[in-house]
């Protein structure tokens, strides 16, 4: 069974740094394009970053760009997302998201596989 499953979630002051990870089970992620996605209440969802199955592409949201970085250990199976000067209105539930593709997107409709989601919450 194909699976995505996010960790690294928490609360964090207003300039602090979190890492996400996204582990995959059952399938490698080697030929997959990973999107991470984030949806605060009341909010629709929003891509934030994306990784081509190569690594050698990235993407990412004008909110988060110079803040955030995206990177992929396919040896680890694994796509992580370093978050730094985190600010409140990063706040959300992150999402990790495959799809069967060489080149990513931030457009959700093009993802197959989606994992839980771990809550990010930034607050003093």
């Known amino acids: 069974q194909l699976q995505l499953v996010e960790s690294g979630g928490g609360l964090v002051q207003p300039g602090g740094s979190l890492r996400l990870s996204c582990a995959a089970s059952?399938?490698?992620?080697?030929?997959?394009?990973i999107g991470w996605f984030r949806q605060a209440p009341g909010k629709e969802r929003e891509g934030v970053s994306c990784?081509?199955?190569?690594?050698?592409?990235?993407n990412y949201a004008d909110s988060v760009k110079g803040r955030f970085t995206i990177s992929r250990d396919n040896a680890k199976n694994t796509v992580y997302l370093q978050m730094n000067s985190l600010k409140p209105e990063d706040t959300a539930v992150y999402y990790c998201a495959a799809v069967a593709l060489a080149m990513c997107s931030l457009d959700g409709y093009e993802y197959d596989y989606w994992g839980q989601g771990t809550q990010v919450t930034v607050s003093s």
């Open positions: 990784i081509s199955s190569s690594g050698g592409s990235t």
């Open positions: 059952g399938f490698t992620l080697d030929y997959y394009a």
